[in-house]
């Protein structure tokens, strides 16, 4: 028998009459701050659950089934969710520090103001997502962004390798020094050469260095 247990009050929230939840179906559980830091959690069907809060710290997600689950303000620090389905999820103010997420499904899920710092959503599907939070140094190479919501985003550092960004919204998003070799751009242009904030380097070099004789010009 498993209790599953609220991770402040220790209130039982859930109890399981198995040894683990690996695989389980727990589609709709109520676990609003449950604690299952570090359990294995593989292949669970928690599809449309309450997870808002809930440490999932160190947790094994893979190819869990978490579509339209309310995971807001949870803990996924270093949680492997490697293959997820994670369509419509909610994951406003989640962290999401160096998450696995890796070839799972993100389509359309709010992820507003969470915290995906050198998360790996390497091929990740993330088209039509809210992803307007931290992604400083996340693996991105190959990731689906299309129409995906990145305005004011913090990408700094991010590798965004070969990622597919038609149609995204990118609007005061921080892109200093990603990886945005052989990505596809916001109108749908393959990029091959010189990134974005390699051009923006050069900008402001060039007006720190004008030729002489605009100075000369000007005297």
Not at 54 to 61: P, S, T, Y
Not at 158 to 184: H, R, V, Y
Request: charged share 25%; glycine share 8%.
């Amino acid at each position: 028998m498993l209790e599953i247990r609220h991770r402040k009050s220790h209130v039982v929230l859930l109890q399981v009459d198995a040894d683990s939840l690996a695989g389980r179906k727990m589609s709709g559980a109520k676990l609003h701050g449950a604690d299952l830091a570090g359990l294995d959690l593989s292949g669970v069907d928690l599809i449309n659950s309450d997870l808002r809060e809930a440490d999932l710290q160190g947790a094994n997600l893979e190819g869990a089934l978490l579509n339209g689950a309310l995971l807001d303000g949870a803990n996924l620090m270093h949680a492997n969710l490697c293959g997820a389905n994670l369509t419509d999820a909610h994951l406003q103010h989640a962290v999401l520090v160096d998450a696995k997420l890796s070839h799972a499904n993100l389509r359309y899920a709010q992820m507003h103001d969470a915290i995906l710092c050198e998360a790996d959503l390497s091929d990740a599907d993330l088209s039509m997502a809210d992803l307007r939070g931290d992604l400083r140094d996340a693996k991105l190479v190959h990731a689906d962004l299309r129409a995906a919501d990145l305005t004011s985003a913090n990408l700094r550092g991010a590798n965004l390798q070969e990622a597919d960004l038609t149609g995204a919204k990118l609007g005061s998003a921080q892109l200093a020094g990603a990886n945005l070799s052989n990505m596809i751009d916001v109108r749908g242009h393959r990029v091959t050469q010189q990134t974005a904030p390699q051009k923006a380097r050069r900008r402001e070099k060039e007006k720190l260095v004008r030729p002489w004789w605009r100075f000369w010009a000007r005297a």
